[in-house]
């Protein structure tokens, strides 16, 4: 058995190739096209826009239906940016009825953010040590002591951010270490 530059675990011809490689390209694939129809629940901006992320790392665990990019983490989707150390999409895989074979389709169920998140969406920046984007609901969750969401010069930061895109709800919760501040000025909203 030879050993892959890759990994210093010894693999068989092609057995890189089928481990790392396939479950990879898969995930991105499914998550770059466009659903057809829009499971219960989940935002319609993953089916309409492609997600283009940038790392040092990538590791899938295909079983798991997770793809974790670790490193100078960079994601775009339309003209949302998240700049991160670390960055996870947890897919589902959804069988379809549609023949004998039933393809499998995949569709993002969450995006977990860690270390110096950086979020810039509509017109708004919001950072935090951890962020979580839910898809069903469109809910974005900060949490750490540094957690803010800035629009133009006004800004709310508390402990933990709980931002439903849906309907602009916005939640902030302060702890025994940090409580909710905010700063708007007149005419202005956030």
Not at 82 to 111: C, H, M, Q, W
Request: proline share 3%.
């Amino acid at each position: 058995m030879r050993r892959s530059r890759f990994s210093r675990l010894p693999v068989s011809n092609g057995s890189l190739w089928r481990l790392f490689l396939i479950p990879a390209l898969y995930l991105v694939l499914c998550i770059a096209g466009a659903q057809a129809q829009n499971p219960v629940g989940i935002s319609r901006e993953f089916e309409t826009e492609k997600i283009q992320i940038s790392a040092d790392n990538l590791i899938t665990t295909h079983a798991m239906h997770i793809a974790e990019f670790s490193g100078n983490v960079r994601a775009t989707m339309g003209t949302t940016v998240i700049v991160a150390d670390r960055l996870k999409i947890f897919y589902a895989a959804k069988p379809e009825n549609t023949g004998k074979s039933a393809p499998i389709k995949e569709s993002i169920k969450k995006i977990t953010a860690d270390g110096n998140v950086k979020i810039n969406f509509d017109d708004k920046v919001a950072v935090a040590n951890h962020a979580e984007y839910i898809t069903e609901g469109a809910t974005l969750v900060l949490s750490g002591a540094d957690s803010k969401i800035t629009s133009g010069s006004d800004s709310i930061s508390g402990a933990k951010i709980t931002y439903h895109k849906t309907d602009g709800r916005i939640r902030v919760e302060g702890d025994k270490n940090k409580r909710v501040e905010a700063v708007f000025f007149q005419g202005k909203k956030l």
